[in-house]
């Protein structure tokens, strides 16, 4: 069992975040804010693959407009990414944005930092510090002679304590990098002098299997010592494949269940059915499952039931077809042209 971290509750729309509650699978639009109707679609599309919270880029004046004509059509807390203008963070908490993720230490003056926080309390707005490797501020880059961990977490407490400075405590941090190690490093020393929830990501993951495997091991390091309170993996590509990821990081995990988790062997000379091509089957077929159900798609009898003894139900490859297996005990054996409809009979019997 996974001990959390026991940080501050914070309100993110509805969304309650921090404090044990579970995992928040996060992800943010690849679309150009200012197309509602596109932008609208992609979230939907996120919020039908189980995504909890959004995020949306706000480059100018015309896309925080767009986050009023976007709420209306959406489920989804929003949240809006903020650079560089202290302005654009004002005009999205006015057209309803549900949260802000900025950098304090990139949208200029304390003044304009206590501008917007003072916004965000009125509103009841939480703010996420962002400290990305890529965005350090120079006096720190200087300082410690490049990305560190130690700068990446002096950036975040710096800028967490000009908030608080104005009187503003519903805050999230995030500090992340390209690099595994540095990332972990990070937020160990954070961890050790902050109450507030922690969202985590590896940014600039790569594309969807090798981002999907360095975010994996970066993210699941990071939650078995009990930190962060909501992720992203973020990923190359359409926005949905990261929450395909991120569930699957947390059911392995063991910190929270989505829908039909589809396990199967890696075969070998002793497999008597395409295990590969049945399994991925029964993930397409299965995705619109929300109760959490584990299916097992073992390639021969000798090990099959037994290695999966806890799956709700599977197959175990045999000559001419497979057995029929829930919990690991057999019921019957299945001809090889009735695998699928079987085994999603059983499910729907269940």
């Known amino acids: 069992m ?7 509750i914070v309100n993110i729309g509805g969304v309650r975040v921090g404090g ?7 992800s943010m639009t690849n679309t150009d804010t200012r197309d509602v109707a596109a932008t609208v679609a992609q979230i939907n599309a996120l919020a039908a693959a189980g995504c909890e919270i959004v995020r ?30 202290h302005r654009l963070a004002l005009a999205a908490i006015k057209n309803g944005a549900d949260k802000l993720r900025i950098n304090p230490g990139n949208i200029g003056s304390e003044s304009r930092v206590r501008e917007v926080a003072e916004a965000a309390k009125a509103n009841g707005l939480p703010i996420r510090v962002g400290v990305n490797g890529g965005s350090l501020e120079k006096s720190i880059l200087e300082k410690h002679g490049g990305v560190t961990a130690q700068g990446l977490a002096e950036s975040a407490l710096c800028n967490i304590a000009l908030l608080e400075k104005f009187g503003f405590g519903e805050i999230v941090v995030s500090v992340k990098a390209s690099n595994v190690p540095l990332m972990l490093d ?5 961890a050790q002098e902050l109450p507030y929830p922690i969202h985590i990501g590896l940014t600039e993951a790569g594309t969807p299997l090798t981002g999907a495997i360095r975010s994996a091991a970066g993210l699941g390091a990071l939650l078995s010592l009990g930190l962060g309170d909501t992720l992203r993996v973020s990923l190359s590509g359409d926005p949905v494949a ?6 699957e990081i947390l059911s392995a995990m063991g910190l929270r269940r989505f829908g039909v988790t589809v396990i199967a062997c890696p075969t070998c000379g002793r497999t008597d059915i395409d295990v590969a091509g049945i ?4 993930e397409q077929k299965l995705s619109h499952i929300t109760t959490p159900i584990t299916v097992a798609v073992m390639g021969c009898a000798v090990n099959g039931p037994g290695e999966a003894r806890e799956a709700d139900i599977g197959i175990a490859g045999a000559r001419g077809g497979a057995v029929l297996f ?25």
């Open 2 to 8: 996974i001990t959390r971290a026991n940080t501050k």
């Open 20 to 26: 044990g509650h579970p995992v928040v699978v996060q």
């Open 56 to 85: 949306v880029a706000v480059p100018d004046t015309e896309a925080a407009e767009a986050i009023a004509k976007i709420k209306k059509q959406i489920s989804l807390p929003l949240v809006a990414d903020i650079h560089f203008d």
């Open 186 to 190: 990070a937020h160990k020393i954070l």
């Open 242 to 247: 990261e929450i395909h990821a991120a569930r």
């Open 279 to 282: 399994a991925t089957r029964l």
């Open 326 to 350: 829930r919990k690991g005990e057999i019921l019957r054996k299945v001809p090889a042209d009735e695998l699928e409809e079987t085994v999603l009979q059983e499910i729907a019997a269940m």
